[in-house]
């Protein structure tokens, strides 16, 4: 089975200041990724998802993300945070070629400094 | 498009009570997913449904936690009887698909058992 690891569990970073939230996996094919923020108070919104191609991914909200495969990692990235920022992340991954529910990972928890 | 709606936002009810949890799907998704999110337990998939059928129902935790899908446009879980260590927040997601489809979540419903 897939898995998916969020290895911080807080990530503070001052407004202004470039962010990278790391995602590792666990599958054997390339999987499909995604990666979702919750805003206090809210459900789950997709920011961006990789299927195949370009392995570097243009979100909403000015995120970005890389596939890297050797390094099974999705780590997603912005250059500059702002304050509106601050939430929770999760990376979620899906098994290819078949009906499988992506798995979530335990979410990385942002604090954003002014 | 409203989106996933979910009610009630807020519950606050006493152990032993049963309480019911609402949710419509996006209109045209044929998936529907039931999450509970706790700090301890992060985000775990319930159950879900295709076109209105329950198909994977391994993560509901006890008997005590049942859902239905009457119709493509609704669906309910539900807890009787309710026990403080049910107090979570639960989230209804639907999506087109399964692997690599984009899940919509709703606002969730924050339940409270006393």
């Known amino acids: 089975a897939q898995s998916v690891t969020q290895p911080d569990i807080h990530i503070t970073v001052s407004e202004g200041a470039s962010l990278e939230l790391r995602c590792n996996y666990s599958y054997g094919a390339t999987p499909y990724l995604f990666w979702y923020v919750q805003s206090p108070g809210q459900g789950l919104q997709l920011l961006l998802k990789?299927?195949?191609?370009?392995?570097l991914v243009q979100g909403i909200k000015g995120f970005e993300a890389e596939f890297k495969r050797s390094q099974s990692s999705f780590n997603l990235r912005k250059p500059s945070v702002h304050w509106s920022d601050a939430a929770e992340y999760f990376c979620?991954?899906?098994?290819?070629?078949?009906?499988?529910?992506?798995?979530f990972g335990r979410g990385t928890s942002l604090i954003v400094h002014p | 498009d409203a989106g996933v709606i979910q009610s009630p936002r807020h519950e606050v009810t006493e152990m032993g009570q049963e309480v019911t949890l609402r949710c419509k799907p996006i209109?045209?998704?044929?998936?529907l997913f039931w999450y509970r999110q706790t700090m301890m337990r992060g985000l775990e998939l319930l159950i879900y449904f295709n076109n209105n059928v329950p198909i994977d129902d391994s993560g509901m935790p006890e008997d005590r936690f049942s859902a239905k899908m009457p119709n493509a446009s609704f669906s309910t879980l539900k807890i009787q009887p309710s026990e403080p260590r049910d107090s979570a927040v639960y989230f209804c997601?639907?999506?087109?698909?399964?692997?690599?489809?984009?899940?919509?979540f709703g606002p969730g419903t924050r339940l409270l058992v006393l």
């Open positions: 990789y299927f195949s191609g370009d392995t």
């Open positions: 209109s045209g998704h044929d998936y």
């Open positions: 979620a991954v899906g098994l290819s070629g078949g009906s499988y529910i992506p798995t």
């Open positions: 997601a639907s999506s087109r698909g399964t692997s690599g489809e984009t899940q919509y």
